[in-house]
């Protein structure tokens, strides 16, 4: 027959129960994720930008140099 502590670890095998609010914090947890992953985005693009006209920049500078 089981003891106390065979049921109380198969109760932890069970899903668990979210607590209150559990799903409106993990809902705005998942949105601030989206939210950052956006500017993340948003700042590699300035930074292809940037890179991009670095380049021309210096493109520019060594053709006129050359002639």
Not at 17 to 34: I, M, S, W
Not at 35 to 64: H, T, Y
């Amino acid at each position: 027959m089981p003891d106390a502590r065979d049921t109380a670890s198969a109760a932890l095998v069970v899903a668990p129960v979210p607590a209150p609010g559990v799903a409106d914090v993990h809902a705005r947890l998942e949105a601030r994720v989206a939210e950052l992953e956006a500017l993340l985005a948003a700042e590699k693009a300035r930074g292809d930008l940037l890179r991009d006209q670095r380049d021309g920049a210096r493109e520019a500078v060594e053709l006129e140099q050359a002639s």
